[in-house]
């Protein structure tokens, strides 16, 4: 356990050992947590959000399809989009072949 003195504005100096270990540096996010014992601070992770085009919504839902009966419901829910299936670059569900004798 480390004390530390909170500065002007509320801003708390954590002990570099503390920092080092929890790979806290300058400009990095923190999140404060409200607790029943006190105020956890741990790091946080920000992650970019994509957005994806209408496009690349299309090629996900007909690249996904597992079979036939799947791939005739994302080509219709794309479709409904207002697209072409057969615009859309993807990769059609796996067919399996049958086998002569």
């Given amino acids: 356990m480390e004390i530390s003195k909170v500065g002007k504005r509320g801003a708390i100096i954590v002990p570099a050992r503390l920092r ?3 790979g806290i540096e300058q400009g990095k ?3 404060a947590e409200e607790r ?3 105020i956890l601070i741990r790091p ?5 959000v994509e957005i994806y085009t209408p496009e690349r919504r299309a090629e ?3 690249s996904n399809a597992v079979d036939a ?3 005739r419901r994302a080509a219709a829910e794309v479709r409904n989009m207002g697209l ?3 615009k859309i670059r993807h990769q059609r569900p796996y067919r399996r072949r049958r086998h002569r004798r």
Avoid at 44 to 48: K, L
């Fill in 20 to 22: 080092r270990r929890f």
């Fill in 29 to 31: 996010l923190v999140i």
């Fill in 36 to 38: 029943a014992e006190g």
């Fill in 44 to 48: 946080a992770a920000a992650v970019p």
């Fill in 60 to 62: 996900f839902l007909l």
């Fill in 69 to 71: 009966e799947d791939y």
């Fill in 84 to 86: 072409d299936p057969g």
